[in-house]
């Protein structure tokens, strides 16, 4: 089996798909913190960073909150605002 290749497909929803001005982008980041320095340097504004932090970030199916966490290539990352229901 060989490693996946290229970069990370990344989805935004809702309020993160505001904030940054699109619902999806392609990235080279390493890790979920480079994603988010990243976003936040794409959509110049600088609420998006207030956004992305109350986010959660779903690594190929799996949330994690650790900016550290990396990010596989040619993989997936979801970014959820919390979302209010019943």
């Known amino acids: 089996m060989?490693?996946?290749?290229?970069?990370?497909?990344?989805?935004?929803?809702a309020g993160a798909a505001e904030a940054v001005g699109t619902d999806a982008v392609?990235?080279?980041?390493?890790?979920?913190?480079?994603l988010v320095e990243e976003l936040v340097a794409a959509s110049g504004e600088a609420t998006t960073r207030d956004v992305l932090a109350?986010?959660?970030?779903?690594?190929?199916?799996?949330?994690?909150?650790?900016?550290?966490?990396?990010?596989?290539?040619?993989?997936v990352v979801d970014v959820l605002p919390p979302f209010a229901g019943g």
């Open 26 to 34: 392609t990235s080279g980041a390493a890790t979920v913190g480079d």
């Open 54 to 75: 109350r986010c959660s970030f779903l690594v190929a199916g799996r949330r994690t909150d650790d900016p550290g966490h990396a990010l596989p290539r040619g993989g």
């Open 2 to 13: 060989t490693a996946a290749t290229g970069p990370v497909r990344v989805r935004l929803f």
